[in-house]
């Protein structure tokens, strides 16, 4: 059974640091392309990150450019966001997804923002920035 499993968030100030962690089992994870995609209050699903563990790669939304890092380890199959310089607007509630990498090999997909264009998809965890 293929499980995706966000833990970490919690309310935190602006200014503050938080990481976030996704357990995954049940696929092979260096197969999959792995992302963060967030959901905040009233508003629809913005994508976050994402990490190929294969390659290393990694890609962000312009909106977490320089405060947010996606890592992995391939070993634990499990999936970090390390959250910087956190705002009030980063809070949502932050899924972990995952797609095969032969799903958009040959393409110029790095991440996406609809759950159609991912294979498994977790639960979500809250993070809630405020002073």
């Known amino acids: 059974e293929v499980q995706l499993v966000e833990s970490g968030g919690e309310s935190v100030q602006p200014g503050g640091s938080l990481r976030l962690s996704c357990a995954a089992s049940?696929?092979?994870?260096?197969?999959?392309?792995m992302s963060w995609v967030r959901q905040a209050p009233g508003k629809g699903l913005e994508w976050v990150s994402s990490f190929y563990a294969y390659m290393g790669y990694t890609y962000y939304a312009e909106s977490v450019q320089g405060r947010f890092t996606t890592s992995g380890d391939i070993a634990k199959t499990t999936l970090y966001l390390d959250m910087n310089s956190l705002k009030p607007e980063d809070t949502a509630v932050y899924y972990c997804?995952?797609?095969?990498?032969?799903?958009?090999?040959?393409?110029?997909?790095?991440?996406?923002?609809?759950?159609?264009?991912?294979?498994?998809w977790g639960k979500g965890t809250q993070v809630t920035v405020s002073s």
């Open positions: 049940g696929f092979t994870f260096d197969d999959y392309a």
């Open positions: 997804a995952g797609v095969h990498l032969g799903r958009y090999h040959g393409t110029s997909w790095h991440g996406g923002s609809e759950r159609s264009e991912y294979d498994y």
